[in-house]
């Protein structure tokens, strides 16, 4: 996905979709949409590919993550293992200069778990929230102040287990007008809020 993205960010052909002002926002989110969602994890069981593989000392790996992301956890009862559920968002914009940029954020360090990392807006399925795109934004709303009515979401990427054994599910959105963007941060959830540019996260390691 990081060379689909890659190739994405650096389109130039014209477009207009949902009424994107910025030309290479309208691009990317083009390219972006040709990207074929996974199935949602909301709505699906566990499927077989992702059943956790135990080993013989009682821990559990998914071989649904990616192999650096899955941690492993010991499970009294592996065979009612059933992974809870996030979403993080990836939003998109683009600076001064034409450079497109990530929004992320540094959790609050009162926070009993990842206090004061860096990470992008997100966190845990509720009750309610339809698909993994509604829990992305209402998250990102909660934590950040990001009206849902100022992005457009274009693709959802392919969730991974994180080392508590988190399913986590990247949303890419698209944030048109940074201007209208007035951020609102929850002390009790987020530090501060900063950017980077996209280039960093693509740069092959």
Do not use: W
Request: proline fraction near 8%; charge should be negative.
């Amino acid at each position: 996905m990081r060379a689909f993205l890659r190739l994405a960010a650096m389109a130039t052909s014209p477009t207009n979709p949902n009424q994107i002002r910025s030309l290479r926002l309208a691009n990317l989110a083009s390219q972006l949409r040709l990207y074929k969602p996974p199935p949602s994890a909301l709505d699906a069981s566990t499927s077989d590919e992702d059943t956790p593989v135990v080993d013989a000392r009682g821990k559990v790996f998914s071989p649904m993550a990616v192999a650096e992301s899955a941690a492993p956890a010991t499970l009294s009862r592996p065979d009612q293992y059933r992974p809870k559920t996030a979403s993080v968002l990836i939003c998109l914009f683009e600076d001064s200069r034409g450079d497109l940029r990530v929004i992320l954020t540094k959790r609050s360090s009162n926070l009993s778990s990842h206090s004061g990392e860096v990470s992008l807006p997100g966190g845990k399925t509720e009750e309610g929230d339809r698909d993994e795109k509604e829990t992305a934004l209402r998250e990102a709303k909660e934590e950040i102040g990001l009206q849902p009515s100022l992005v457009s979401v274009v693709t959802v990427l392919q969730p991974f287990l994180s080392k508590h054994l988190l399913r986590v599910t990247p949303v890419i959105a698209i944030l048109d007008d940074i201007d209208a963007f007035k951020p609102v941060l929850n002390p009790a959830e987020v530090e501060e809020l900063f950017d980077a540019p996209l280039e960093m996260f693509l740069k092959v390691q």
